[in-house]
């Protein structure tokens, strides 16, 4: 039903700024959730922001507070993450994800995703 795909990892310099895109394409539930998870190679996958799409209200892990924003074009179906003053430690591969309501978050992370893209590679070197 839903398909989602990123775009826009690059590798950029500590303190750059990088906007990650992600397309989405079948059905989405108008008070659904959508987020960005991020995953170092030999860490656990983290959560980075999440998005209420009904309410617009949005929550953010601590590490990324004041330097992410994620947000959403409804008409376009598609979900962004402006990232501003990378860090070495935001190095990982980016997914978004979505849930169907009820959706649930976690300091800042979505909580049973339904969906998910294939990631894009951001790496920030110092």
């Known amino acids: 039903q839903v398909h989602m795909q990123e775009s826009g990892g690059d590798s950029v310099q500590t303190g750059g700024s990088l906007t990650l895109s992600c397309a989405v394409s079948g059905y989405t539930h108008p008070n659904g959730c959508w987020a960005w998870f991020r995953q170092a190679p030999g860490k656990e996958r983290e959560g980075v922001a999440t998005i209420f799409t009904g309410g617009g209200s949005t929550y953010y892990t601590d590490s990324v507070k004041g330097r992410f924003t994620i947000s959403r074009d409804s008409a376009k179906k598609t979900l962004y993450l402006q990232m501003n003053s990378l860090k070495p430690e935001d190095t990982g591969m980016y997914y978004c994800?979505?849930?169907?309501?009820?959706?649930?978050?976690?300091?800042?992370?979505?909580?049973?995703?339904?969906?998910w893209g294939q990631g894009t590679q951001v790496t920030v070197s110092s």
């Open positions: 994800a979505a849930a169907y309501p009820p959706c649930a978050v976690a300091s800042g992370s979505l909580e049973r995703p339904q969906y």
